[in-house]
Each structure stands twice: as structure tokens, then as C-alpha cells.
């Protein structure tokens, strides 16, 4: 079983749109969640990253973390064109030294203009 | 300039052979990694070094070995080669419990 779910599996959004994307981890040791963008074709590029309870900002990107459910989500405001990638959730466990990052399956974001 | 180098671009190998797939990262990172992504699999750890020591390891197989060379280095040599060893294989670095970054990946294609 994927430690890391995320849904949905894919998602159309208008253009100017919210997105809004979810993970799970089944995983109780996990400290730390990473959010990468994958563009078809390119390598993962970390977006954002929740260590603690509640919201961050970053621009047009959100991201909340509940660490009692081990749940954290993605928000995506004014969603443009290049917006359009598979989104990766991964967590990891904060043990101090060089931790793995375990990867959902990824949400496949398509903004439609 | 790219930062994390991974060579080759694109590798076609033959059931049953050896190859040597190479990363090198130039952000002054004392972590480095492989990870591997296939249509059947999602983006999958498979060994993590730091300070040129193996810290963890997710791959069963003694098929596939790292090498590092140098502290910026970390190769994996990938033997006997199986069809379902296909997949494009992503080198990563970052400061220690830090956010790790990807290199371009090594797309390999056994038949």
C-alpha cells in the first residue's frame, strides 16, 4: 500500500481558476512534506515545503499542514497555463541526517485557458 | 550553468549487460541520492549517501550499486540489465535535511 496518497489523480481547472490538491501520509513518523512540480518531460522542483501545523504563503501557492491527521494540501490561486505539470506530495522523517523523500503518485494539474 | 549533471542524457542497453550512470553536483552538498521514476512505478528512493557513506538503501536488488568518487560524485552502476530496470533515473543533493534538488535524470531504456 502507497504510504503517500494524494488526490485526485487528475485535475482541470480553468484558467485564472483555484486548484486544490491533497496528500496523505499513513506513515506516523513523518515530520516533514515536500511539494514538488514535474513538468512533462523535466525533473522535480521543490514548490513548497510544511514542517508545522497550519498555512504557509508563498505568492500564489498555499499550503496547510494538519500533523495530527498528517494531512497537508495544496492550494493554487489565479491558476495559469504554466501551471500544468504533475504536482508530487513526499514526506520524509526529519531524522537529521540524509532522509529519503517517499512520493505519491502524483495530481495531474491541466489549466485550461 | 546546471548545477547537478547527470550523464548520459539517454542510455539504450541490451538484456544482460552493464551500465554506469553518472552524477555530479556542483551546489556544495554533502547529501546526494537516486531516485527512479517508471510509467508502472511513481518516483521511488533508492539510496541516499552522505559525506560519500551509504545512509540508506531502499533497492533489494544487489544489482544496483553506487560508487562515489569524490564527495560532489555519486555513479550507480546498474548490472545484468532486465527490461524492467527501464526507467529514468534521477540523481538528487541537498544539505542535510534540507530540500533536496533533482538533476535533469538519465532516461534508460533496456531491451
Redesign the interface.
Known amino acids: 500500500q502507497?504510504k503517500v496518497q494524494q488526490s485526485p489523480e487528475s485535475l482541470i481547472v480553468p484558467e485564472g481558476g483555484m486548484a486544490s490538491l491533497n496528500c496523505t501520509s499513513s506513515d506516523r513518523n513523518v515530520d516533514y512534506f515536500?511539494w514538488y512540480r514535474q513538468h512533462s518531460g523535466?525533473?522535480?522542483?521543490?514548490l513548497m515545503?510544511i514542517f508545522s501545523n497550519g498555512e504557509k504563503e508563498e505568492g500564489r501557492f498555499t499550503v496547510h499542514l494538519n500533523k495530527a491527521s498528517l494531512h497537508t494540501s495544496l492550494h493554487i490561486r489565479d491558476s495559469q497555463p504554466s501551471d500544468s505539470a504533475l504536482y508530487?506530495c513526499a514526506a520524509s522523517m526529519?531524522?537529521?541526517?540524509?532522509?529519503?523523500?517517499?512520493?505519491?503518485?502524483?495530481t495531474q494539474l491541466i489549466i485550461q485557458p | 550553468d546546471p548545477k547537478i549533471i547527470q550523464k548520459p542524457k539517454y542510455l539504450v542497453a541490451v538484456t544482460g549487460s552493464e551500465k554506469i550512470l553518472i552524477c555530479e553536483q556542483y551546489l556544495g552538498h554533502n547529501a546526494m541520492y537516486w531516485y527512479r521514476q517508471s510509467a508502472k512505478k511513481p518516483l521511488e528512493f533508492m539510496f541516499s549517501y552522505s559525506y560519500q557513506k551509504l545512509m540508506d538503501n531502499q533497492t533489494a536488488s544487489s544489482r544496483f550499486q553506487p560508487q562515489s568518487s569524490k564527495k560532489n560524485h555519486l555513479d550507480l552502476q546498474i548490472t545484468a540489465l532486465k527490461p524492467d530496470d527501464s526507467a529514468t533515473y534521477f540523481c538528487a543533493s541537498s544539505h542535510i535535511q534540507d530540500t533536496q534538488y533533482f538533476g535533469p535524470g538519465t532516461r534508460l531504456l533496456v531491451l
Open positions: 502507497q515536500w523535466k525533473s522535480p522542483k521543490m515545503s508530487l526529519g531524522t537529521g541526517g540524509a532522509d529519503r523523500l517517499t512520493f505519491g503518485k502524483g
